[in-house]
């Protein structure tokens, strides 16, 4: 079973992630910030990567150090589960259309993390969620999953259509990623030798 669990506590946040690689999209998530619970469930929906998120965070400050430290413990379990990520595609990739928006989403589980996100979001809140959270979700995710993570909004005017599309556009490249190839057998993907 490729399953992690990760437990993160900071003088700012608790944290716990449960993942199992091999699932079918079910989901828990409640970090007590709404929109970013939504997200989440659409990024174990569409990657059929099982996941529990349970959250407790300063949100009586803001909601940064709790989305922050979610995607870092989400990019920690990611890791753990992958193991050592023989037989896996490692490479993942998905143009997404919602509404008005389209994305592309291009992703190495390399251990080499890069952030490229140009996502230019029209409004600076979707509700209450501020939406400068998005990168810096992203940014701790592809850190700390060791993820090489492309992030392009093709079109769009809508903050909420394109939020959402970059979530499953991620979700359906990781589940790409994260699959094995049976031709592959156990080997590591790369020359190398490792990853």
């Known amino acids: 079973m490729r399953t992690a669990t990760i437990t993160r506590e900071t003088a700012e946040t608790r944290i716990s992630v449960e993942l199992n690689l091999d699932g ?15 997200m989440l469930d659409q990024l174990a929906r569409h990657s059929l990567i099982d996941m529990t998120v349970k959250a407790k965070g300063d949100l009586h400050i803001d909601d940064h150090h709790t989305v922050e430290d979610t995607g870092i413990a989400l990019g920690q379990a990611l890791v753990k589960a992958l193991g050592d990520k ?11 259309a919602m509404d008005d928006a389209q994305v592309r989403a291009a992703l190495d589980l390399s251990a080499r993390p890069y952030l490229i996100c140009n996502l230019d979001l029209p409004t600076t809140k979707i509700g209450a ?5 998005v990168r810096e979700f992203f940014q701790a995710f592809s850190t700390h999953g060791g993820i090489t993570l492309h992030i392009d909004r093709l079109h769009g005017f809508n903050s909420h259509h394109i939020v959402e599309a970059a979530f499953k556009a991620v979700a359906r490249a990781l589940r790409v990623a994260v699959e094995t190839d049976p031709r592959k057998g ?3 993907p790369s020359t190398k030798g490792a990853l």
């Open 24 to 38: 079918t999209g079910t989901y828990d998530n409640q970090t007590g910030v709404g929109f970013f619970d939504h």
């Open 86 to 96: 023989r037989g896996i595609n490692r490479y993942g990739d998905c143009h997404l």
């Open 129 to 133: 969620f501020d939406t400068e959270l």
């Open 186 to 188: 156990d080997a590591i």
